[in-house]
C-alpha cells in the first residue's frame, strides 16, 4: 500500500475495534510483528492475537534492566496462551555498555541509553517484516497523540499498526478483567506505566500514569514512538 492508501485506511479504521484491526493487517500483510512491553496494553494485544489465532510474531526488547515482576509475566503470558515471545536484546550487555560509556549511562543520558538498550535493537528485529504492530494510545503523551491506526513508519521503513488509540486506560482494565488477562504485579504496587527498573517509579494517586518514568528529567518516550534516527550496532 502506497503512503496515499495508508491514509485512506487509516480513515477507515478508525472506527473499527482493535480486534477487527490486528485481522485487517494480518489479513494484509504476511509478516506482521508485534514489540510488546508487557504493559496492560500489551498484555490485551496478545490476549486477542491469541484469542483469534492471528500469526503475529511476537518479541520484546529485553534491555537487560527489565524487572523482576517483568520477567515472571513474560513466562506466564507465553504459558497461558501458549506463544513465543522471543527476546531481542543489545548488541552489549549492561556491563560492556559500562565498559564504553561510563557506569549507569541511563542516569547520566537516558537518551542515549535508550538509543542503545531499545531503539537499535527494533529497528534491526524489524527488519523483516511488513508491519509492525504497538500498543500506545493517543491519551498517553502528546507525541502520541497525532498517531493513526496505520500509517508509514519512514524511521524503520514499514507499516506501523496502532490498534489501540481510540481506547482510555479504563477501556484497557475493562478489557484485563473481564478475560483475566495476566498482567504485571508492579501495577499493584503504583506502577502506572513500566520499564527498566533503573528508570521508573511508582506513582501517586491522581498522578499521570507515565510520570513514574524518567521521573523528574522532562522525558516521556525511549524514542521507539518518535521521529528519531535509529542508532546502528556499528555505532556502538
Not at 500506545?136 to 488509540?165: F, S
Not at 478489557?175 to 506513582?203: E, F, M, R, W
Request: hydrophobic fraction near 40%; charge should be neutral.
Amino acid at each position: 500500500m502506497s503512503v496515499a492508501d495508508l491514509r485512506v485506511a487509516a480513515d477507515e479504521l478508525e472506527g473499527q475495534s482493535p480486534e477487527q484491526i490486528l485481522a485487517w493487517t494480518s489479513e494484509r500483510y504476511p509478516r506482521v510483528s508485534f514489540a510488546t512491553g508487557f504493559g496492560a496494553e500489551g498484555c490485551v494485544l496478545i490476549d486477542m492475537a491469541a484469542r483469534h489465532a492471528l500469526p503475529i510474531d511476537l518479541f520484546t526488547l529485553d534491555t537487560g534492566l527489565l524487572f523482576p515482576e517483568t520477567y515472571a509475566l513474560w513466562r506466564r503470558l507465553e504459558q497461558r496462551y501458549a506463544v513465543t515471545i522471543r527476546a531481542v536484546r543489545p548488541a552489549q550487555t549492561v556491563e560492556e555498555q559500562a565498559t564504553g560509556h561510563g557506569d549507569q549511562l541511563w542516569a547520566r543520558d537516558p537518551d542515549r541509553c535508550c538509543a542503545l538498550r531499545k531503539v537499535a535493537p527494533l529497528a534491526e528485529a524489524l527488519a523483516g517484516s511488513d508491519a509492525w504492530i504497538t500498543a500506545i494510545r493517543r491519551d498517553q503523551t502528546p507525541t502520541r497523540a497525532a498517531a493513526r491506526h496505520v500509517e508509514w513508519d519512514a524511521k524503520n521503513g514499514l507499516v506501523k499498526v496502532n490498534p489501540l488509540l481510540r481506547w482510555s486506560s479504563d477501556d484497557v482494565w475493562g478489557y484485563v478483567k473481564h478475560h483475566d488477562v495476566p498482567c504485571n504485579a508492579l501495577h499493584d504496587a503504583g506502577y502506572g506505566s513500566i520499564g527498566c527498573a533503573p528508570c521508573t517509579t511508582p506513582v501517586a494517586p491522581g498522578e499521570d500514569p507515565r510520570a513514574g518514568r524518567w521521573r523528574a528529567i522532562g522525558k516521556n518516550e525511549c524514542g521507539l514512538h518518535v521521529r528519531l534516527q535509529p542508532v546502528r550496532r556499528a555505532e556502538l
